[in-house]
């Protein structure tokens, strides 16, 4: 009978198994909501989005396996009175939509206003820069 009652009766070890299983699962389960939440962030989330004036100097299609529309527009602070950009920075961007990049390759060469998103991370299907350029039009 006492023999009985032992088998019956959980044995300490099994309540430490039990309970080490419930916390590393629930260790788990906060880890994957915690890289879930990180991808999103870094990779899908908008950070800033805005508007971008200058001079589209580039264009192009490019990529090994994925072939992205890439482009460079110069963004200037000073002009000169012959109309060329003393002090400039240039803005590297990703172009996703396939429909307006034909846009883009008959505005080379002119002053354009550009809107972009801005992402904390770059995914190679989406192209080499954080920023993502949505919409294109001639500047005035």
């Known amino acids: 009978m006492a023999a009985e009652i ?13 309970k080490t299983r419930k916390v590393f699962r629930w260790t ?28 589209l100097q580039k264009f192009s299609n490019k990529g090994l396996i994925f072939k992205t529309y890439e482009g460079e527009l110069i963004l200037s602070s000073v ?10 920075e240039k ?15 008959t505005l080379q060469g002119r002053n354009v206003i550009v809107h972009y998103r801005e992402k904390k991370g770059t ?3 989406r192209g080499d820069s954080r920023y993502i350029v949505d919409s294109i039009a001639v500047r005035n």
């Open 79 to 88: 002009s000169s009175t012959s109309n060329v950009a003393i002090a400039s």
């Open 91 to 105: 803005f590297q961007f990703s172009v996703l939509k396939k429909d307006i990049s034909p846009m883009f390759d």
């Open 6 to 18: 032992n088998q019956t009766k959980p044995s300490r070890w099994e309540g430490v198994v039990r």
């Open 28 to 55: 788990m389960y906060v880890l994957a909501v915690l890289l879930i939440s990180f991808v999103y962030f870094k990779y899908f989330f908008t950070y800033s989005e805005g508007y971008r004036a200058g001079l």
């Open 123 to 125: 995914v190679p299907w």
